[in-house]
């Protein structure tokens, strides 16, 4: 038995970096009988057929793993946003970033066409909210190799809003990884009945990362129970206040001496992200705890 990673899920076969080679492999078919799926990013362990095949017999522990993209060990999330057309809405930031808490990942905050629009009003929300935040532009390279040092040597999912820049960046950020994405879209295509694989790319400047689909793919995955029981604590900056608040139980809403309202009010906490939390809120508040979320 060998351990390594998988690179490359598509139509059922799972592409393992062993470190001294890349293996195909199926997997046991004791997997499907017990739910799980080996996602790309997974640490596994398997067996040797020669030939470079094998069989993925063991799934090693999971830092987190996501629905879609179905990834599993993600050290961070890049969000890519614009103040630019098209314009970020700061809670399509704010859903994505409360997911990233819940999973245990970082978040960083890319700003891009800073050349066309400084988003000022985006980059003082998210420093003040205490993420790493950085305007960066691919069209001229502005920012880049301030990011390059945040994303080395770890495993980042990159997604944003449609047109926000996100392959431009990708491209900037490594003049190879062009070549490899038009691959990509090439044999992906865009129809109905073909299938879309996740794949870890490795950039010349040591970051590994995975191209995620945009905001719209985590709307439904990943809103569920959990995320309904812990939303407070998947807003950073609400943390130093939780714990005063004059009623336990307090859902930081509109209640009397809610310790979060007050730093709203007071501006340490900033109001648009209060707001997306509100939004959050009620959208996860028909949750209910006997009901299961279809994954």
Not at 128 to 149: C, D, I, M
Not at 152 to 179: C, M, Q, R, W, Y
Not at 212 to 236: I, M, Y
Not at 265 to 292: A, C, N, T, V
């Amino acid at each position: 038995m060998v351990e390594g990673r998988i690179q490359k899920a598509l139509s059922g076969f799972y592409y393992v970096d062993t470190g001294s080679g890349l293996l195909t492999c199926r997997a046991r078919g004791k997997f499907r009988k017990e739910g799980i799926s080996p996602l790309v990013g997974d640490r596994v362990e398997v067996r040797e057929l020669g030939n470079g095949e094998g069989f993925v017999e063991k799934i090693l522990p999971r830092r987190n793993a996501f629905a879609r993209p179905a990834v599993a060990n993600i050290d961070q999330l890049v969000v890519i946003a614009s103040g630019a057309i098209p314009r970020t809405d700061p809670f399509l930031i704010d859903r994505v970033a409360a997911i990233a808490a819940l999973k245990g990942c970082e978040v960083i905050i890319l700003l891009n066409k800073c050349d066309l629009d400084s988003a000022d009003e985006l980059y003082g929300i998210y420093r003040a909210a205490g993420f790493q935040t950085l305007r960066v532009s691919a069209e001229t390279g502005e920012g880049l190799e301030a990011l390059k040092p945040l994303i080395n040597g770890k495993l980042s999912a990159f997604t944003g809003n449609s047109g926000v820049g996100k392959s431009s960046i990708l491209n900037a950020l490594d003049p190879e990884f062009h070549i490899q994405v038009g691959e990509v879209s090439d044999a992906l295509g865009r129809g109905r009945h073909t299938t879309r694989h996740v794949e870890l790319f490795r950039l010349s400047c040591g970051a590994e990362i995975v191209d995620s689909p945009g905001f719209s793919s985590f709307e439904t995955d990943e809103l569920n129970l959990e995320l309904k029981h812990r939303l407070p604590e998947t807003f950073r900056e609400f943390g130093p206040y939780l714990d005063q608040c004059r009623f336990v139980g307090c859902s930081h809403t509109k209640e009397k001496g809610c310790a979060v309202l007050e730093a709203v009010r007071r501006g340490d906490i900033q109001k648009s992200r209060h707001d997306s939390y509100l939004r959050l809120y009620e959208e996860l508040k028909p949750l209910k705890d006997w009901q299961e979320v279809k994954k």
